[in-house]
């Protein structure tokens, strides 16, 4: 029988481990892998470079738009699903974004709806909940379920999106009982407010002070008090953004009492510390996000547990807030505090070069580690039934790297329409050369 494509000698990483062969698609599915398949339509000579399941990206920020006071997001799902693309990326898993009063169905309808006809890729939605409106739970909840919604993020924090401690227990009361994920945003709000306010008011207004005003214990509280509403409710638990060691060892703790929990990090917490943000001439509003920056212990601790286990994934947390203006402003001599700049990492387009490069490349993990969190792990917990796993019968989602490819990452080669990228001028080891999203090859 006629393949699609097939890409040949490649080193292909399965569940079973690396094999040297070929990977044969038919009808936009894996259909075989094995030595000397059939021809395909397409042929493609991988000579010894890895092949990997396609990356899939739980957490990113796509074409939201503007919702207390937040700016919309400057990518659309075209630009955003491009970047994705050209990273390697082919699978994207953004929120939805309503405020209180919202109709939040409408609100998900509306959101989805440009995505037909303009995304490269596929994509599933998390369903941000800005309170517990019992009617929406009760009724409305259980057939976007049915309908094949897996996940709602709650929000801790931030004026507009921060959920009180009754409503999170509503919420994951009733993802309990439909089986879904709870997503949290760990911050615990009333302390992130403290403590801003207590830098403002001592002048401590350094860009660098980003770290102290939303310390790791707020990251930390918020992690054991929701894992505890967790265990009351037998909700599943996924907590995005892992920060650092502290809330690391409250993700440990929650799993050792038995609590449903799995946690991710993203590419910017293992590749820079709170040291950039110190960087001079005002460089270091490049490197603010929430929760901040973390001290290079944090740094390594976090490699750690990505390869051993205590981490089950990476992402991107792509927020692309354009920042070059605010940092203008401030080199022209307007005061500008820590609290006055927009927040947030574009990453769509380098989270897994960055994870490669700095987890398979130097040793820190291994291909198969790297398959399992950047691919494997959020396809399981989001419920991709046939996504991120080379073998037969799943979706052919696939990257090829140039596993020894040493290059120079710029701004100017990236997709996304975000001002900057912290990554400017960064060495890599490792890049995807090419990009198949359900048997279409969408880079090249």
Same mark, same amino acid.
């Given at each position: 029988m006629q393949n699609d494509l097939v890409i040949r000698d490649a080193v292909i990483v399965t569940p079973g481990g690396r094999q040297r062969g070929d990977l044969a698609v038919r009808a936009g599915q894996i259909a075989e892998i094995g030595p000397d398949l059939a021809r395909g339509t397409i042929e493609i000579a991988a000579n010894g470079r890895l092949l990997m399941p396609?990356?899939?990206? &739980?957490?990113?920020?796509?074409?939201?738009?503007?919702?207390?006071?937040?700016?919309?997001?400057?990518?659309?799902?075209?630009?955003?699903?491009?970047?994705?693309?050209?990273g390697g990326?082919?699978?994207?898993?953004?929120? &939805?974004?309503?405020?209180?009063? @919202?109709?939040?169905?409408?609100?998900? =309808?509306?959101?989805?709806?440009? $995505?037909?006809? /303009? $995304?490269?890729?596929?994509?599933?939605?998390?369903?941000?909940?800005?309170?517990?409106?019992? @009617?929406?739970?009760?009724?409305?909840?259980?057939?976007?379920? $049915?309908?094949?919604?897996?996940?709602?993020?709650?929000?801790?924090?931030?004026?507009?999106?921060?959920?009180?401690?009754?409503?999170?227990?509503?919420?994951?009361? =009733?993802?309990?009982r439909l089986g879904m994920v709870a997503i949290l945003h760990a911050e615990d709000d009333a302390l992130v407010r403290h403590a801003t306010?207590?830098?403002?008011?001592?002048?401590?207004? =350094?860009?660098?002070?980003?770290?102290?005003?939303?310390?790791?214990?707020?990251?930390?509280?918020?992690?054991?008090?929701? &894992?505890?509403?967790?265990?009351? /409710?037998g909700a599943r638990l996924h907590v995005y953004h892992v920060s650092g060691a502290e809330a690391l060892a409250?993700?440990?703790?929650?799993?050792?009492r038995g609590v449903a929990i799995s946690a991710e990090t993203c590419a910017h917490y293992l590749c820079f510390t709170d040291a950039d943000l110190a960087r001079p001439d005002f460089e270091g509003a490049k490197f603010l996000c929430a929760p901040p920056l973390r001290s290079e212990a944090d740094r390594q601790a976090l490699w750690d547990?990505?390869?051993?286990?205590?981490?089950?994934?990476?992402? &991107? @947390?792509?927020?692309?807030?354009?920042?070059?203006?605010?940092?203008?402003?401030?080199r022209g001599g307007e005061t500008m505090p820590f609290t006055a700049f927009g927040g947030g990492f574009p990453g769509l387009q380098t989270m897994l070069p960055s994870v490669f490069s700095g987890g398979v490349a130097t040793g820190r993990m291994t291909p198969e580690r790297f398959a399992e969190v950047t691919?494997?792990?959020?396809?399981?917990?989001?419920?991709?039934?046939?996504?991120?796993?080379?073998?037969?019968?799943f979706d052919a989602d696939l990257t090829l790297w140039e596993q020894e490819a040493r290059w120079t990452l710029h701004h100017a080669q990236m997709e996304s329409r975000v001002d900057f990228t912290p990554w400017d001028?960064?060495?890599? /080891?490792g890049r995807p050369v090419l990009t198949v999203s359900r048997g279409r090859i969408v880079m090249r």
């Amino acid at each position: 029988m006629q393949n699609d494509l097939v890409i040949r000698d490649a080193v292909i990483v399965t569940p079973g481990g690396r094999q040297r062969g070929d990977l044969a698609v038919r009808a936009g599915q894996i259909a075989e892998i094995g030595p000397d398949l059939a021809r395909g339509t397409i042929e493609i000579a991988a000579n010894g470079r890895l092949l990997m399941p396609g990356g899939i990206d &739980s957490h990113c920020h796509i074409a939201q738009r503007s919702v207390a006071g937040e700016p919309p997001c400057p990518d659309d799902w075209e630009t955003a699903t491009r970047a994705a693309v050209a990273g390697g990326t082919t699978t994207v898993i953004p929120q &939805s974004m309503a405020a209180r009063g @919202d109709d939040l169905a409408a609100v998900l =309808a509306e959101y989805i709806a440009p $995505a037909t006809g /303009t $995304a490269l890729i596929d994509h599933a939605v998390h369903i941000q909940m800005p309170e517990a409106d019992q @009617d929406f739970l009760a009724n409305s909840l259980p057939g976007l379920a $049915a309908r094949g919604f897996r996940s709602v993020k709650m929000f801790s924090t931030y004026q507009g999106y921060a959920l009180t401690d009754a409503e999170m227990l509503a919420i994951l009361a =009733a993802t309990a009982r439909l089986g879904m994920v709870a997503i949290l945003h760990a911050e615990d709000d009333a302390l992130v407010r403290h403590a801003t306010a207590a830098e403002l008011a001592a002048g401590r207004t =350094a860009l660098a002070r980003q770290t102290h005003a939303r310390p790791q214990a707020a990251e930390a509280e918020m992690i054991h008090r929701v &894992s505890n509403y967790a265990a009351a /409710t037998g909700a599943r638990l996924h907590v995005y953004h892992v920060s650092g060691a502290e809330a690391l060892a409250e993700v440990a703790r929650a799993a050792a009492r038995g609590v449903a929990i799995s946690a991710e990090t993203c590419a910017h917490y293992l590749c820079f510390t709170d040291a950039d943000l110190a960087r001079p001439d005002f460089e270091g509003a490049k490197f603010l996000c929430a929760p901040p920056l973390r001290s290079e212990a944090d740094r390594q601790a976090l490699w750690d547990a990505l390869a051993a286990g205590g981490l089950q994934m990476v992402s &991107s @947390d792509h927020s692309p807030k354009n920042r070059l203006p605010q940092i203008a402003r401030a080199r022209g001599g307007e005061t500008m505090p820590f609290t006055a700049f927009g927040g947030g990492f574009p990453g769509l387009q380098t989270m897994l070069p960055s994870v490669f490069s700095g987890g398979v490349a130097t040793g820190r993990m291994t291909p198969e580690r790297f398959a399992e969190v950047t691919a494997a792990a959020p396809a399981r917990l989001f419920g991709l039934k046939r996504k991120g796993v080379l073998a037969p019968g799943f979706d052919a989602d696939l990257t090829l790297w140039e596993q020894e490819a040493r290059w120079t990452l710029h701004h100017a080669q990236m997709e996304s329409r975000v001002d900057f990228t912290p990554w400017d001028g960064a060495a890599m /080891t490792g890049r995807p050369v090419l990009t198949v999203s359900r048997g279409r090859i969408v880079m090249r």
